[in-house]
């Protein structure tokens, strides 16, 4: 089983990046796929999550209207679209994949299952 995040960098407050989760191993629309996000120091926290469909999306409220979760079920893919960019967004960002269909998702780390190894967002002010 592997996930791989890419699409980090490094961003002008304002700006956008778009990250990517390319997963294989397992079956893909099988599982809903989360985003998490941490700062040194700080526990881990949830950005973003997407059913196995992609129908159903939930985000936390400080990305709320400036971050987009979707996935391509095709390319076993899955993105985190993040614009209106914040110095406090600054984090290595971690997707992960929680099996279950439905509207099953996970907002706390300990319910996934499997996780990429992370891709570092910096954003100056």
């Known amino acids: 089983v592997q996930l791989v995040e890419s699409g980090g960098g490094l961003a002008q407050a304002g700006g956008s990046l778009r990250l990517s989760c390319k997963t294989s191993?397992?079956?893909?629309?099988?599982?809903?796929i989360g985003w998490f996000r941490q700062d040194p120091g700080k526990e881990r926290e949830f950005v973003a999550a997407?059913?196995?469909?992609?129908?159903?999306?939930y985000y936390a409220d400080s990305v709320k209207g400036r971050f987009t979760i979707s996935r391509a079920n095709a390319k076993d893919t899955v993105f985190l679209q993040t614009n209106s960019l914040k110095p406090e967004d600054t984090a290595v960002y971690y997707c992960?994949?929680?099996?279950?269909?439905?509207?099953?998702?996970?907002?706390?780390?300990?319910?996934?299952?499997?996780w990429g190894q992370g891709t570092q967002v910096t954003v100056s002010s």
């Open positions: 997407i059913n196995w469909s992609g129908g159903m999306t």
């Open positions: 191993g397992f079956t893909f629309d099988d599982y809903a």
């Open positions: 992960a994949a929680k099996r279950g269909r439905g509207i099953v998702v996970g907002f706390r780390s300990d319910e996934y299952d499997y």
